[in-house]
């Protein structure tokens, strides 16, 4: 059983451009979350997937943008990227309904200058 | 608004001692509460969760729903402890959101 992958490990990228994380969800799991970590804080919820459509949203602009794919594979886009935007990127999964546990990954290091 | 709160930032206690990190939230309907761990460099994974009443690694947390209190707790205190600490929140809506709060470090030292 391969556990949640993420991709790139860490980027680097300048205020203004545009950026896209990619994450795997662990075997037989169907529902994507993604969270952002910044320094010294909780992970805060981004937004969640399902079957390919967006589940529930958290308090991020709509530059804040999601895809899920039919292998349940997720990408996070973010566009316009301001500095505030520099934090750790998590994904998890799971499988569908509430009362199953998210597995997370190792997240991606997004640093904007 | 749900909130967490965890109001300590760093917990040091010694090898063998007890270990009580705090955790209260805030929310109008009937949540499900978790603890979640990252040790050194691995990945945040879940520690345990009120509704299976479980004691993992030695560690157990009580839902008080009068005081709105989730605290960890252990008896006796190992190094291999030292991690960070986030209390979290689920509702159940459309999406299995968690809401995390800013985390405890533990530090066990000898």
């Known amino acids: 059983e391969t556990g949640v992958t993420q991709s790139p490990t860490h980027l680097i990228k300048t205020r203004g451009q545009q950026v896209t994380l990619r994450c795997s969800s662990q075997?037989?799991?169907?529902?994507v979350s993604w969270y952002q970590q910044a320094l010294g804080q909780g992970p805060q919820f981004i937004f969640q997937?399902?079957?390919?459509?967006?589940?529930g949203r958290g308090n991020f602009p709509p530059r804040f943008s999601g895809l899920q794919f039919p292998n349940y594979s997720s990408e996070l886009n973010v566009n316009a990227l301001e500095l505030d935007d520099s934090a750790l990127y998590l994904c998890?999964?799971?499988?569908?309904?509430?009362?199953?546990?998210?597995?997370f990954g190792p997240g991606t290091r997004l640093t904007v200058t | 608004a749900q909130r967490v709160t965890q109001p300590e930032k760093l917990l040091s206690v010694f090898k063998g001692a007890p270990v009580e990190l705090k955790c209260n939230y805030s929310?109008?309907?009937?949540?499900?509460l978790f603890w979640y761990v990252q040790y050194s460099r691995q990945r945040l994974q879940l520690l345990l969760r009120?509704?299976s009443r479980e004691s993992i690694k030695g560690f157990t947390a009580d839902l008080n729903k009068g005081e709105t209190s989730f605290h960890l707790k252990k008896p006796f205190a190992q190094e291999e402890d030292s991690a960070m600490y986030y209390c979290?929140?689920?509702?159940?809506?459309?999406?299995?959101?968690?809401?995390f709060g800013t985390g405890t470090r533990l530090q066990v030292t000898l």
């Open positions: 997937y399902y079957r390919e459509e967006e589940n």
């Open positions: 075997s037989g799991h169907n529902t």
């Open positions: 998890a999964s799971s499988q569908s309904g509430s009362s199953y546990e998210q597995y």
């Open positions: 979290a929140l689920r509702f159940t809506g459309t999406a299995s959101k968690l809401t």
């Open positions: 009120h509704i």
């Open positions: 929310y109008s309907g009937s949540p499900e």
